[in-house]
């Protein structure tokens, strides 16, 4: 997707902030940008928006309405950039904890914006990388941990060699048209009824 394509949604309770990220953005060359000025309600907007970037202002946030956005970008897979003018460890920390790409302290102005906005694509698109490389490793660690245990059974019960056992799950995977993670977890599970 374009940078210029991105559809981008604007919460800025302050409509002279708003107005400033607003500029920024048209000035980037964004056309598909979205501004609302209520906090209330914004799950549903997101939900039929669909916005690839959201970019929250918040002049002075209080602590209810801060959690209040950090349960609902905890929610949303999506880049998330945030302008406070105030800020303290505790916020920083729980607006990493819950997905904000960039937060930005006392940094609004209209020159900003952009870079900012591709920071906080960069770095959503660089941790969901992450994310997925960390889900991958664990699920082979996960497949490799069951092909092991069902080599196990395999020789146990069929009194094979770990050569001759590994050869058993890989054919039979291949015969069936098979992943050997789902041959060797129906080992398992068959072995599991048995014993």
């Given at each position: ?89 505790a ?16 940094g ?5 914006v ?53 050869s ?28």
């Amino acid at each position: 997707m374009l940078q210029h394509d991105l559809t981008i949604l604007v919460i800025d309770e302050n409509a002279i902030r708003a107005s400033i990220i607003e500029e920024g953005l048209h000035d980037a060359g964004h056309r598909k940008v979205t501004v609302i000025h209520e906090v209330n309600g914004v799950a549903r907007i997101i939900e039929t928006l669909r916005p690839d970037v959201i970019i929250i202002d918040i002049e002075n946030p209080n602590r209810d309405m801060m959690e209040h956005l950090f349960q609902l970008t905890r929610t949303v897979s999506r880049p998330i950039a945030m302008f406070v003018d105030r800020s303290d460890t505790a916020s920083i920390e729980a607006a990493v904890e819950a997905g904000v790409s960039a937060y930005i302290v006392d940094g609004l102005k209209k020159e900003r914006v952009k870079p900012i906005l591709d920071m906080a694509v960069s770095r959503f698109n660089a941790f969901s990388r992450l994310q997925r490389e960390l889900a991958d490793a664990r699920s082979a660690l996960e497949e490799r941990k069951v092909i092991e245990r069902a080599k196990g059974i395999l020789m146990k019960l069929r009194g094979l060699s770990e050569e001759e056992a590994f050869s058993l799950l890989r054919q039979t995977a291949m015969n069936e048209k098979k992943k050997m993670s789902e041959i060797a977890q129906s080992v398992v599970t068959a072995a599991g009824l048995l014993m």
